[in-house]
């Protein structure tokens, strides 16, 4: 049986659902909110720049989009200059003090870097700061503070070493260092290209659970699947393994063909109470699907099935 069980109405929200004009609808940060999971999805215009839309289930598989987008680039300000060319890939992370932190990758003529903003009740959104310099995508923060800080992990680019993931530090959200490379890619494998944070981290009995993107090049181009990594409690800047297989790779029609083929990429996993969690992942950067995964199965990918992280 394959490690994520796909849900058998995939895709669950596609551009027809909405109700303005868009012609994708994927890459989804999902948390749960006042008993209902809320999906912050991606969406391209017609113009080929992308806004963040808003979806509300009660059973994290139907979901309702509200008439109006949730975050658009701004028009002025620090804000307008640097995410004129849209808005990317939103991750929700729920810290345990109550505020939901949105983290997105802004686009510009100055080109990508990550935007935080807050929200208490998905009604209203305060965009809060650039926290990163540019050629910065794929943030996502840790939901407790560790030793006093806030923690992230990222994913710069280079040019000498594959892109690979890093950890942040911050004592305020806006200003991060202390950086250091946590996790690379591993040549001739799956995910050799570049990897990078995908779902918020969750916490498991054994560690922070990481669901991140691995890319392969083919002759006919990227194929984007899904992997796992553990990092350590209290100190997740250690990683205890990451799984060797892939968890995911394009499979059903939708995830084989689209906006751009062969593309699995999640922004977004809720772990639930009984043991399981689910995985939200765009498909083809155009609809939007779920599937499920049991926990442990993830955790014992990464430590008793797992290769190192560097
Ligand atoms: C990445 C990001 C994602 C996208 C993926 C596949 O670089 O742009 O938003 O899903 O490529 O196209």
Redesign the pocket.
């Known amino acids: 049986m394959s490690v994520v069980r796909r849900y058998k109405n995939n895709p669950i929200l596609t551009a027809s659902d909405i109700p303005y004009e868009v012609v994708t609808v994927?890459?989804a940060g999902v948390t749960k909110y006042n008993g209902k999971y809320i999906m912050l999805f991606?969406s391209h215009k017609t113009n080929g720049r992308s806004i963040i839309g808003i979806a509300e289930s009660d059973d994290g598989y139907k979901f309702i989009p509200r008439d109006k987008p949730f975050i658009e680039p701004s028009s002025d300000g620090i804000f307008g200059e640097y995410e004129e060319y849209g808005v990317?890939?939103l991750r929700i992370c729920h810290m345990d003090s109550g505020e939901y932190l949105l983290t997105y990758?802004a686009y510009s003529k100055h080109g990508v870097r990550i935007m935080l903003a807050r929200t208490y009740d998905f009604q209203t959104v305060e965009k809060i700061a650039p926290i990163s310099q540019a050629d910065m995508?794929?943030v996502v923060i840790f939901p407790e503070k560790i030793d006093g800080q806030y923690v992230r992990l990222d994913r710069p680019h280079s040019e000498i070493s594959p892109w690979s993931v890093w950890i942040s530090y911050s004592p305020d959200l806006v200003y991060w260092g202390n950086s250091k490379i946590v996790m690379k890619p591993v040549t001739y494998h799956w995910d050799e290209m570049?990897i990078?944070p995908g779902a918020t981290p969750f916490k498991t009995k054994e560690g922070w659970l990481n669901i991140y993107?691995g890319?392969f090049p083919t002759m006919s181009g990227?194929v984007?699947r899904l992997g796992v990594a553990l990092h350590k409690l209290d100190d997740p800047s250690v990683i205890l393994g990451v799984g060797d297989d892939f968890i995911l790779q394009p499979e059903d029609p939708w995830e084989l063909s689209g906006?751009?083929d062969n593309?699995v990429?999640t922004c977004g996993a809720v772990d639930e109470e009984d043991g399981t969690v689910k995985i939200y992942w765009?498909g083809?950067?155009k609809v939007m699907c779920v599937g499920e995964a049991d926990i442990q199965t993830l955790v014992d990918m990464c430590l008793k099935r797992g290769r190192p992280a560097l």
Do not use: L, P, Q, T
Request: hydrophobic share 25%.
């Open positions: 994927h890459n991606r990317e890939d990758s995508r794929n570049k990078g993107h890319v990227a984007y906006y751009v593309v990429f765009g083809s950067d």
